[in-house]
């Protein structure tokens, strides 16, 4: 009920709590929801209703003391209930003219007591409890139920956070009853606006400058004057203020009758209305409505005005019909605006122009009259033009004389009416024309912005495919025709025939697909889904089912509107239709714009809906195996949608993630499939991985990668692959004995797809050390040595980043080099691959930590080819190449003369100290460290200006960059004056500040840096003065040998300083 009163129910005052419900039909609907509730409450959940309330609700009611019968003590003008909670308190209470009650129960009897009046006593309860939810549960439950997370388990969280455990259950169901109604009001509510015209800026202007027409003197005067109180329009259209315009306000007019008084109106989307009197604005007590609505200003005006009743219909005056089309092009168009966040003003641009368009055609053209305006090719496409754009269309194209204008007008008429599809040779072609019209497919703008730009999707049109000449159709196409005659021209029997004997053909062939299309099929076999008749839909749902499969033929479903009717048929009790609608569903929502469609109009929370069902048994019911039938269609249409960043945030809002670890654990294959295949594709969101690991499903997945079937297979590793980058989630995967299946999933080296996961997976769970150790005893490394060559990309990737993790192993290290493994690496280093090139850089450099290995990749050139990379664009290369030179450097024979073999290399490495990259810059001081060693290459680079570079690199605050720094300063103070050079530079405050940090290894290389510097006696003088003997004073007890030689030498060398100046001094 809360967010049905905030959001559905009407207000007189929209910014004040203590505002009264207006008397309009929807909230007279709402009210009789509400009462038919609290009615049935006591007999349905007879334990609900003895539930005590947080706080009473209170109001003031008509009802006295002689209303009450038994079970009431009544004293007085006061009545109490017998009924009392545990503390001894009545649980209804009537002091005239308040009344408190504290239950469902006591509430049930009040409205039946309260005979006539029961509307009335809804009313004001509501009135003066705007959050009833608050006072019935509390708070908390309020929170839970206004947030968009509203999945079972945070309601048990919400529940056991109270302070009555025993009462969690009730409250539970209480909240869910609560809920339910919620939703049903709301959904009721949205039904009924939707039926309401809505207005807009275009079409008041429109009117208002047809009633200006009928204000002049003489015979055929209607009205004596029509004016805005204010002339000033706003871009959108609007004459009111702003802060109106979020109201829905259009503009205020002042309307002078013949025969009345002046009206004062208020044009809204909702409609027309007399206002309190606005003569000019700022007038705020007369913005309050005083009158009916009514859905124009002609219907007002002959309400209030007999002789404008009179009148106005002896004048030529042509009152524009509504558009249903160009109402519902508002309703689609201004969602889009919002989902995109493009403005709305565009949107108005565009109806503005239809309503003009349309008024063009009903007037005459005059003689000399300017060009007639067309509709643009994209609105004939998407089926989006008016009932008179198509008709007009339709007389071109017939040629002079072959369609009737009655047939046109009768066409025109049933696309105005809301009537359902019958079967009779002319409701059909003219249920098309009026579907199209009401549900255009998708929308106008643009739908590149609206999911995420990694999805890899068949987005691009197909070439269009289609036989030279009539004479190379197959018999079947021209069979297939007749039928869709028979499908438009025939009652409800020959409807039925007709589809039964369209499924006898092979609907996968291609041919057979394009002529139930080319015929106008598609359109006929949606309209069916409008029927009442079951077997008419189960039938056009079979076909559309299996023609789906085309890719023009989705794409016609979704542009004739057929993906709304469908997610509409999701809420039907007929289990059957559920799950051909959601398999259907499935098929069609290949593209970004199908799947934007099935969002938008709620078919992301009824596609959830689905999976609630028992599978768990393995003999079922005849009932049980349909429920399951309809949760796999439902689990594979919600697999086909989550390629959707956004479909994946509704699924998680809808509750779809416990539904989904439940249907985890059937023991039906194809079940599974769709299941963990939506699992994998959403495991690419946090939210995703951390509930998968959290709900218990990765035991699940590890079971069920020693299925029989090898997709069911690939895609539990592809979301153990996805869910592995958390620690936790590896160390459940050996936990629950899943790495054994992993490895033996290796053999099937046919199938890629399986192959990339299982090699994905493996990699990410060989990040821990603990499972490095178990792929160890079952010989993985081999295997994944035996997959270096002739796999594709995807693949490699994921074999070289594994055994880049398990090089970290010494024995492994040995492994890999026993199996010749070093060659293909090192081959691996000239491919183009980005994602490739980081893992096979970590991997030769992890296996270049040992001496043997590096003789190896001496000998194939290898450190020349990580060189080489340093050029590459990524920084991740980059970075990954330099860290991977390192170990190359530091254990090859005649390291120095290596790297001076290298033309340009030096200076190359000098150069990437420019980059902004902190990865790129601790790997290259690391690499520099490493060169500095040698001396001729420390001259080299003390040319290319490396030690000014360093000392700018100095204000860092990574501890990382810090680090390798550091020991880039320590190598380089060592030629000629480069410790001068730091200490002129500024280098030696800001390293003073390192030992500061909490990371003992940056301690270790700054006291070495130090050391170095400090053997110049301006630089000791800048240590003294930023305070670092007191730092390295209490290095001096590390029980880091190097780190305390370093810093007492540093000392030592300041000490030296001091002493020589003082002896200098004072002799």
């Known amino acids: 009920m809360g967010a049905s009163l905030t959001r559905a129910a009407q207000w007189t005052t929209a910014s004040s709590a203590t505002g009264k419900l207006e008397i309009t039909p929807l909230n007279e609907s709402l009210l009789k929801e509400i009462l038919r509730f609290v009615e049935q409450f006591s007999s349905r959940h007879p334990q609900e209703a003895k539930h005590v309330f947080k706080e009473p609700l209170q109001w003031s009611t008509t009802l006295v003391a002689s209303d009450f019968k038994t079970d009431y003590d009544i004293n007085g003008p006061t009545v109490q209930s017998q009924e009392k909670d545990s503390e001894g308190h009545p649980l209804l209470q009537l002091s005239p003219p308040t009344i408190s009650v504290h239950s469902f129960s006591q509430l049930s009897k009040l409205v039946q007591l309260a005979d006539d009046k029961k509307l009335k006593e809804v009313r004001a309860c509501l009135e003066e409890n705007r959050d009833p939810v608050v006072k019935i549960l509390g708070p908390s439950f309020a929170t839970v139920l206004d947030g968009e997370d509203t999945s079972v388990l945070r309601l048990v969280d919400k529940v056991k956070q109270g302070d009555q455990a025993t009462d969690s259950e009730v409250q539970v169901k209480l ?145 524009q019909e509504e558009l ?82 009655g047939e046109v007008q009768k066409k025109m008429l049933r696309s105005d009416s809301k009537k359902k599809a019958e079967f009779s040779v002319s409701s059909l072609p003219g249920r098309q024309s009026s579907q199209k019209t009401k549900t255009p497919a998708g929308v106008v703008p643009v739908e590149d912005f609206s999911e995420s730009s990694s999805e890899s999707e068949e987005d691009e049109e197909q070439p269009e495919r289609r036989p030279e000449s009539n004479t190379d159709l197959p018999s079947e196409y021209w069979q297939i025709q007749k039928l869709v005659k028979y499908l438009k021209g025939g009652n409800q029997t020959a409807t039925v025939i007709a589809l039964c004997a369209m499924r006898d053909f092979n609907l996968v062939q291609e041919t057979c697909q394009l002529a139930i299309r080319d015929v106008g099929g598609l359109e006929v076999l949606i309209n069916l889904l409008d029927t009442e008749e079951i077997k008419c839909k189960i039938g056009s749902l079979k076909i559309l089912r299996k023609i789906s499969h085309n890719s023009q033929i989705r794409r016609a479903i979704a542009d004739l509107g057929g993906l709304q009717t469908m997610v509409k048929i999701l809420d039907s009790p007929v289990k059957d239709l559920k799950a051909l609608a959601a398999e259907t ?81 059937s023991p039906h294959e194809n079940m599974l499939i769709p299941v963990v295949g939506t699992l994998q594709e959403c495991a690419s969101e946090r939210s995703y991985r951390i509930a998968i690991q959290t709900e218990g499903m990765i035991e699940d997945l590890v079971k069920n990668l020693s299925s029989d079937n090898d997709e069911l297979q690939m895609h539990c590793a592809s979301a153990i692959f996805k869910c592995a980058e958390d620690k936790r989630t590896r160390d459940l995967v050996r936990q629950y004995e899943g790495l054994q299946p992993l490895v033996s999933l290796l053999s099937k080296a046919d199938n890629k797809q399986l192959l990339a996961a299982t090699t994905g997976a493996i990699w990410k769970c060989s990040i821990s050390m603990e499972n490095v150790a178990k792929f160890q005893e079952y010989k993985a490394l081999e295997t994944l040595v035996g997959l270096l060559t002739e796999q594709p990309e995807e693949v490699l990737v994921n074999v070289v980043g594994a055994l880049g993790e398990c090089a970290q192993i010494p024995a492994n290290r040995a492994t890999i080099r026993k199996c010749g493994g070093i060659q293909p690496l090192v081959n691996l280093l000239t491919g183009t691959n980005q994602a490739l090139l980081v893992n096979v850089t970590k991997a030769v450099g992890a296996c270049a930590t040992e001496i043997d290995n590096m003789t190896i990749i001496d000998r194939l050139d290898g450190v020349r080819l990580l060189w080489s990379l340093l050029k590459n664009p990524n920084a991740d290369v980059q970075a990954s ?51 500095a060693k040698d001396k001729e290459n420390l001259a080299v680079i003390t040319d290319h200006g490396v030690v000014p570079m360093l000392a700018k690199l100095t204000n860092t605050t990574d501890d990382r960059l810090r680090r390798h720094l550091a020991e880039a300063v320590a190598r380089c103070c060592m030629w000629g004056s480069n410790r001068v050079s730091f200490g002129e530079a500024g280098a030696v405050a800001p390293l003073v500040r390192y030992l500061k940090s909490k990371d003992s290894s940056v301690h270790q290389a700054t006291a070495q840096a130090l050391l170095q510097l400090s053997k110049d006696p301006n630089n000791c003088i800048t240590m003294h003065e930023n305070g670092v003997v007191k730092l390295l004073i209490g290095m001096m007890g590390s029980t880091d040998e190097i780190l305390q030689e370093a810093a007492a030498g540093c000392v030592a060398n300041i000490r030296r300083l001091a002493l020589a100046n003082d002896k200098a001094r004072y002799g």
Request: aromatic share 6%; glycine share 6%; hydrophobic share 35%.
């Open 585 to 665: 569903i499935a098929n069609v929502a290949k593209f970004r714009r199908a799947r934007r469609t099935v969002r938008q109009y709620g078919g992301i929370k009824r596609l959830v809906e689905l999976l609630d069902c028992v599978p768990d048994s393995a003999t079922l019911t005849a009932e049980q195996e349909r429920d399951v039938e309809v949760a796999r269609c439902g689990a594979l249409a919600l697999w086909s949608c989550s390629k959707s960043t956004r479909n994946k945030e509704a699924i998680r809002k809808a509750g779809g993630i416990p539904l989904l670890g439940r249907l985890l654990k």
């Open 175 to 319: 909240f869910l009853l609560l809920q339910h109604l919620d939703n049903q009001l709301l959904s009721n509510s949205l039904k009924q606006i939707s039926q309401e015209v809505r207005l807009n800026p275009a079409v008041v202007k429109t009117e208002v400058e047809l009633l200006k027409r009928f204000c002049s003197e003489g015979e055929k005067r209607v009205l004596k004057s029509v004016r805005y109180t204010s002339d000033y329009e706003f871009g959108n259209g609007c004459h009111t203020p702003p802060w109106r315009q979020v109201h829905g306000e259009i503009c205020y007019l002042v309307i002078e009758p013949c025969d009345t008084e002046t009206l004062y109106i208020t044009c809204s989307t909702a409609g027309v209305f007399l206002n309190g009197g606005i003569k000019q604005e700022g007038e705020e007590n007369a913005y309050e409505r005083t009158s009916d609505m009514h859905k124009d200003l002609v219907t007002l005006l002959r309400n209030r005005s007999p002789h404008f009743a009179e009148n106005i219909n002896k004048q030529d005056f042509a009152v």
């Open 881 to 931: 190449a330099a860290w991977a030179i390192c170990p190359c450097i530091e254990n090859a024979k005649d390291a120095g003369e290596m790297v001076r073999s290298f033309v340009g290399g030096l200076e190359l490495i000098v150069n990437l100290l420019k980059s902004t990259n902190k990865e790129v810059l601790a790997s290259v001081c690391a690499a520099i460290a490493k060169i």
């Open 324 to 405: 249903p089309s160009t109402q519902k092009i508002q309703h689609v168009e201004s969602v889009d605006a919002e989902e995109q966040g493009q403005p709305q003003r565009s949107y108005e641009h565009q109806e503005k122009n239809v309503h003009e368009r349309a008024r063009q055609q009903h007037t005459p053209n005059k003689p000399g009259g300017k060009k007639k305006l067309e509709p643009s090719p994209r609105w004939k496409n998407l089926g989006l033009m008016s009932p008179y754009d198509k008709a007009e269309e339709k007389k071109a194209s017939k040629g002079s004389g072959k369609e009737k204008s």
